[in-house]
Structure formats: C-alpha cells, structure tokens
C-alpha cells in the first residue's frame, strides 16, 4: 500500500491498559439508622459490578446526531471522539496505499487502518459492537490524535460512528434563534449575537438510506444551494439514498449528493429546489491565522437537538486525527483544530465559527472516555475540526469535478509507531504496489525502502497516520521539505507532491 495505509507487517493495534476501577455496586446506601431504633434491615444484596474498562481517554466516535433526541447518556458514555496516535483504529500488519496520501500509484486493498474489534476494548479508545438498530449517529470515533494525547499508538484523533436511539427516528428541531419581544438586544460581537447570526444559515441534515440512516449538521456553503458537511454524514445515502436538509425555521428541502471525499471526510449537497428561500452563506475566516485561546461557537444537532450552541477556546492546533466508521471502512486523516467546545453525536458537519462569526472549521470527531457497550459518546473538552481551508479546498473540487484530489508522494508505510520514530517506509511493498513508487516524488528525491520519515515541512513525525494527515494539508504541485533518518543517519531534501484523484476503492 502507499503512504496513508497501513502495511501487511504492521502488529495489530495496542492500547494502554485500562485504569484500575473499583467494583460499583448497583445498591442504594444503606440509610442511617435513627438513634435508639433498631437497625433497618439490609437489602438484598446484588453482585457487584465491574465498570467497564475504558482507557485515558474512551471511545471516539464521529459526530453525526441520533435522528431524534435521546436521554444524556450514562456519566463516561462514549460520544464522538478521536484517538490518539497508537491507539484505536490501527492497522494490522498492512501499509498504507500510495494513493492513500503518501502516496503511491496504486491502491492495496484495507489500506487504512483496521477499525477495533466489534465490542469493547481494553484501550481508551475502545469501540463498540454496531448497535442492531438500522439508524446511526453521524459521528465518527478518533483514532489518530497526537501520541501526546496517550502513550503507544499511532497518534491521531478520529470518530467512530456509534449508537442510535433507542427506537427514535424522526429528528426534532428544539432551539429557536429569533428574539421574543421584550428581550434585550445582544451585542453582534457576543455569542449570542454570533449564534444569531449563523443559526439561519446552519441546517440538519437526514441520510436515509436502503439498510441504515442517520442524523448530522451542514451549513449553507453559497447562494447557490450548496451544503458543506461530512461525508460520514451521507454517505449512507450515497448509493441512491434520500437526503432532507432541516432550517432553523422548520423549511425542509431534498438535497442531493454533489460529491464526497472518503479521506478528507467532507462531503457537498445541493438542494433540489429551494425556491424563493434566500439563502445565507457563513462567511468564512482564514484557519492559518487561528492561533490557540482563540475563541470558538460550535453549531450542530447533538443528540437530534437542532440549532444546539456551545462556545470554547481553540486548545490546539495541527492535531493528527484518523477516523473511522468502526464497521471496517477506510479511514479519514485530517491535521485538525482542537476545541474544548462541547461536540457529540450529531455535531458533525457543523461549523465552528471564530469570535467574528466566520467558519473556521468543520467539526468532525471527539475524544470521549467511555467504551461502554450501548451507551453513547459524550464531550469531554476533545472535540476535533477540519481547517476550513482544508474543507473549501476539497468543496470547490467536488463541486468542479465531483471528485477530491489529494496530494501523494509515492511510499508504502507503516500505520504503527516504531521503536525510532516516524513513519517508516516499508522494506517491501503490499503485493499492488512498491513500497517507493518507482519515478514518483519520494523516488524522484531518493527516498529508499525502510527510511523513516521524522519530519515533513515543519511538522515532525511520529506515525504514518501523523504523515498522512500533514501531507493532504499541502495541494498538489508544493515542494516540501522532508526529513528522514536512514542507518541512524538524518537528512533532508526536497519533494514535490503528486496528485491522486477520487477515492481508493
């Protein structure tokens, strides 16, 4: 496979041991006997308990909402959440395909990482069994955040699509934007002011399709009736599926597909006839200029709740991410924005605006700290989003072409951390594909088999997930600088990235 999937010698994926939990027991406290009375008689007694075993951080998910709101799920219930690097979706024993974003001419089957097994697990981003319902939540789990996020694992923040409701399938719009008479004029600049602004422009969105469906947020890209959203918001409607956009008024419109982009996880709708409605793109900011304690307004549909508004800070930025739908699909990469705004199941696809209510980001997966079987992700302060230039990027391709373009350069690495750090380039390739693409950008700059990648411009390295997600930040065309270790030796040259069109199969 190339860079961006993981290789056939890759171990399987390892999480860090979950933390020691004392047993819970399901009984009440035993009340205090009244002094002098005799003492009450004890309840039966039930066995105790083991709280399931989650990690530092909890299964990740991605943030598509539940089609109709749902009870707040259990203290350390999952929600969309990313894993860092080395734990969650790992690839087992495969490289990533060229095509993948390192970027080689074909493409290994399985070339993304392996979501977990169904079930919890032990590590912190454990997921769970798909639940046998047919809806699902638009919300994808974290695997790929920064090994900075936990020890041991590729890195990297992403979300797996997880529960649904139990037996609800309509979505509820619950928040109105306009003032009541009586209420006091808020400044434009405060959040309210903000929210007042964008809520018109921000919609929900339902994917019904033939076996499953399910629930996210979009937001109106321009007046031409494009939508902006995730992918793994509709791409159960992809193959012929229906597509309803909700506005904040209650208007409901069918929209259809223009295009979606599997590996940037973004995704363009367009409304079939939206009539006289007058149309209101979110202004867009500038995601190079966000620097970290910026403020953010987070917009979505957690949990069905439409026209939900929640506000934070930047906390990080450039945060490796991969996702996954956690049923065996390929992964998504993004070098993400970190916020600490409250984000679940149902936010993906919506905005994240700045302190002038301009996008700066999609929102996309969380970190949360539950891997409990049947309940569902919950914010915990790690919510992760695409670089708005990153997604207008992708959105004028789709809407050009219906096809993304991502920039490759031409290896096969390894989706594991290893012992000397990097990404390794693989010492073979995966049976479709060098493991350096013969004449290709990382052949042109003299990259061999086995070299591992420590740094790619001025980000360093520590994963091939970290590489991919850096890599589709730079288009096509960018000469970058690269720096690699070979025989315990470092240097550095430069490379000039290939193209790949459309999605690997």
Do not use: C
Not at 18 to 31: H, L
Not at 80 to 108: F, K, R, Y
Not at 109 to 115: I, V
Not at 169 to 195: C, L, Y
Request: charged share 15%; no cysteine.
């Amino acid at each position: 496979m190339s860079a961006g999937t993981p290789g056939p010698n890759d171990p399987t994926h390892r999480t860090p041991p979950p933390p020691a939990t004392p047993p819970q027991s399901d009984v009440p406290p035993r009340p205090a006997a009244a002094p002098g009375a005799p003492p009450p008689a004890a309840p039966p007694s039930s066995p105790p308990q083991a709280a399931p075993a989650t990690g530092p951080g909890g299964p990740a998910t991605e943030h598509g909402g539940p089609a109709a709101p749902t009870p707040p799920p259990a203290p350390g219930a999952a929600a969309d959440n990313p894993t860092p690097p080395g734990a969650g979706n790992q690839h087992t024993g495969a490289h990533v395909p060229a095509d993948e974003g390192i970027g080689s001419a074909g493409t290994a089957s399985g070339g993304t990482p392996p979501p977990p097994p169904h079930g919890p697990t032990d590590g912190p981003w454990a997921t769970f069994a798909p639940p046998p319902r047919r809806r699902r939540r638009g919300g994808l789990v974290a695997a790929v955040a920064l090994a900075t996020l936990i020890a041991g694992g590729i890195g990297g923040g992403a979300g797996y699509l997880l529960a649904d409701n139990a037996g609800n399938d309509r979505a509820t719009s619950t928040v109105n934007s306009s003032n009541g008479s009586g209420v006091q004029e808020r400044s434009p600049e405060s959040v309210a002011g903000i929210a007042e602004a964008a809520l018109p422009s921000v919609v929900t969105i339902q994917a019904e399709g033939d076996r499953e469906g399910g629930t996210g947020t979009g937001f109106v890209y321009d007046e031409e009736g494009h939508i902006l959203t995730n992918n793994h918001v509709v791409e159960s409607a992809s193959q012929g599926g229906r597509l309803t956009v909700t506005f904040s008024d209650g208007e409901s419109y069918e929209a259809e597909l223009v295009g979606g982009a599997q590996g940037y996880d973004i995704a363009v709708l367009r409304l079939v006839d939206p009539g006289d409605r007058d149309l209101q793109p979110l202004p867009v900011g500038n995601s190079d200029d966000v620097v970290v304690g910026d403020t953010t307004v987070a917009i979505g549909a957690p949990y069905g709740l439409s026209g939900t508004v929640t506000t934070g800070i930047v906390s990080a930025k450039n945060r490796p991410v991969a996702s996954s739908d956690g049923m065996g699909g390929r992964s998504s990469y993004m070098s993400a924005l970190q916020t600490d705004a409250s984000i679940n199941p149902g936010n993906s696809g919506g905005p994240l605006l700045d302190a002038e209510g301009a996008v700066i980001g999609v929102n996309s997966a969380i970190q949360s700290n539950s891997s409990a079987p049947g309940q569902q992700a919950g914010s915990v302060g790690l919510g992760f989003a695409i670089p708005v230039n990153q997604a207008v990027r992708v959105a004028k391709d789709l809407i050009e072409s219906g096809e993304p373009v991502y920039a490759v350069i031409g290896v096969s690495v390894g989706m594991t951390e290893t012992s000397s750090g990097g990404a390794q380039i693989s010492t073979e390739g995966d049976g479709q594909n060098d493991a350096v693409t013969p004449g290709g950008p990382a052949d042109e700059a003299g990259l061999r088999p086995g070299d591992s990648i420590v740094k790619f411009g001025d980000r360093v390295i520590d994963s091939g997930p970290t590489l991919i997600s850096e890599i589709w930040t730079y288009e096509p065309g960018d000469t970058v600088e690269l720096t690699y270790v070979r025989d315990g030796n470092e240097q550095t040259t430069e490379i000039t990235l290939d193209s790949r069109v459309g999605d690997q199969e």
